[in-house]
């Protein structure tokens, strides 16, 4: 008897995940959703109620869990765009001989926005904001056996990565961190990067790792510029970017995008502790790879 499958799948709302589940369940035998909106209705009657979500997810879990006991192909179906919401779940087929595949539903941030809009239940522009800001792009560190990308909205151009980057250039950081405009300090801290060892393409990678910025600045009082979580939103629309290149298989453009995606994390790895948590989440060479682009992204 074949092992039972674990799909995980990661999206934004309004991404196709729930549609997805449901072409998965009908088109393999033995196979059950399991869905966070589902449990959510069942206990407050609302998908929308957010106010049991901690029972929510354990509900989530222990039927994960269930159901792959049970020999059944099982998919779990919530936004998991966090690391730790992944793992959790993946914790879930310890002692299991279970295939883990995770389906990131890849679509471009403003189609999710349409699409959720015409949901019976869409979730506020406020929350669709923060969900993109959060995005952590899924690696196989993680622990899955494969990683697929669902993706059927070809918005790569050959001119796109070029017009992202006239973008940059000239493109005013307003923080007294930085003394270049945005395009400089890009093609600065690649040219750092180029000399790390790496392969030429994560060239691309550093060139567009503070992509984000363009979707994500806001001012302080002082007229000093942040960009809360630019890492995330750089990192998805280089995805939406990248995809479709046929240059560039699905796992480069999955590295290339954790690049982007992590590259802040080293400011936050000032303690021994943290370094040793990250370092076992991410394994040494992507460990080791974050810290060296720390060093040039942050060499002025």
Known sequence: MDKPKLYVLVGLSGSGKSTLAA?????????????????????T???????????VFEIFHQRIRKNLEEGKNTIADATNLLIKSRLRILNM???????????????????????????????????????????????YE????????????????????????????????KNP???????GHAVEVM??????GYSESYNLAALFHDV??????????????????????????????????????????????????YHMLPFGWGTEAAQKRWRKIFGEDKYLMLTRFHECDTKE
């Open 23 to 43: 072409q998965l369940a009908e088109s393999n035998e033995n196979t059950v959703i399991v869905s966070s909106d589902a449990i959510r209705e069942e206990l």
């Open 45 to 55: 009657g609302k998908i929308e109620d957010q106010s049991r979500n901690n029972e």
């Open 93 to 139: 087929t310890h002692g299991l001989d279970v295939e883990k595949i995770c389906i990131m539903c890849a679509k471009p941030f403003e189609i999710c926005w349409e699409h959720n809009m015409k949901r019976e239940h869409p979730v506020p522009e406020s929350v669709l904001d923060k969900q993109i800001r959060k995005f952590q792009i899924p690696f």
């Open 142 to 173: 993680e622990g899955w056996d494969d990683i697929q990308i669902q993706n059927k909205y070809h918005m790569y151009r050959s001119d796109q990565t070029n017009r992202l980057l006239l973008a940059m250039m000239g493109f005013d950081q």
């Open 177 to 183: 961190h930085h003394d270049k405009d945005l395009g």
């Open 191 to 196: 040219a750092r990067f180029g000399d790390c």
């Open 212 to 261: 984000g910025k363009l979707y994500t600045q806001t001012s302080d009082d002082n007229g000093v510029a942040h960009y809360f979580g630019h890492e995330s939103f750089g990192s998805y629309v280089m995805l939406m970017n990248l995809i479709n290149r046929v240059d560039l298989d699905k796992d480069t453009v999955l590295e290339r995008c954790f690049l982007i995606n």
